[in-house]
């Protein structure tokens, strides 16, 4: 007997019949198509790759910034912080937030004496924060430059094709031409 079940990705009710089925995990997952299915599995590899950039940018400013030992807890409100930024900005930028501001960062928390790590914390974030939003800029501009680049590479691409098919069309006609001329001769 057809059992209800509910599609992954889509959240719509369906049937175990009618709908595909895959194991997901030691689970039978349902969805209502295939192509449903590798959307869902598309956006599963892009979740866990940010989060795999995520942590890979905490274990940089630990090991980096903050020089801790492997083993030892991040700061709580670094963690809160860096991932308030993670929200709205790419990962790519926030990276950059601390690497343009590194000398300073490091010297800070190696020489400075603050009382606490919450402390520390505030300094370091304090510079993240200020500079973030010029290189998301810079970000933004380079994109947009790159965006165009590609447009524009792409119409030269058809001009280059609208030219080779012009001659071509040119040198046909002239083939006819000569063809013609010597028909006329014979
Ligand atoms: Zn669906």
Known sequence: MARKVKCTYCKKDGTNETFYKEVIKGKNKYFCNQVEY????MNETKKQ??????????QWIMDEIYNYEKGMVFP???NGRVSKLLNFYPVQVVKEAF????????????N?????????????MTIVEGSVND???DFKRNQQHIKKIEVESSKVDTDLFDEITTVSVISN???????????DDL
């Open 38 to 41: 590798e959307l869902f599995e």
């Open 49 to 58: 790759a940010e989060t795999e950039e995520r942590n890979n940018l905490i």
């Open 76 to 78: 709580k409100t670094l």
């Open 99 to 110: 690497v343009n501001n590194y000398e300073v960062l490091s010297w800070a928390i190696k």
């Open 112 to 124: 400075k004496d603050f009382s606490s790590e919450f402390h520390a914390t505030c300094y370091v």
């Open 135 to 137: 290189i998301y800029l």
């Open 173 to 183: 006609k002239n083939n006819k031409d000569i063809s013609q001329f010597l028909d």
